[in-house]
């Protein structure tokens, strides 16, 4: 197991169960490089993976 994936499987227990839009989630990306300005490249990858990933429109 990774280190992140700590972070992660907290992610899906806390709120697992909850919906989101990805309009709230890049809301939530924007504070997060707003106030950890440090991790703006790894922030801006991940957005761009999740952005490019079509294997979800495939199902």
Known sequence: MYFTD???EELE???GD???TLGW???KLR???DTNP???TAI???ATYLARD???EDD
């Open 6 to 8: 700590r972070g992660i």
């Open 13 to 15: 227990d806390r709120r």
């Open 18 to 20: 909850e919906e989101v």
């Open 25 to 27: 989630l890049a809301e």
């Open 31 to 33: 504070a997060f490089v």
């Open 38 to 40: 440090e991790f703006e």
């Open 44 to 46: 801006e990858r991940l």
């Open 54 to 56: 079509d294997s979800s």
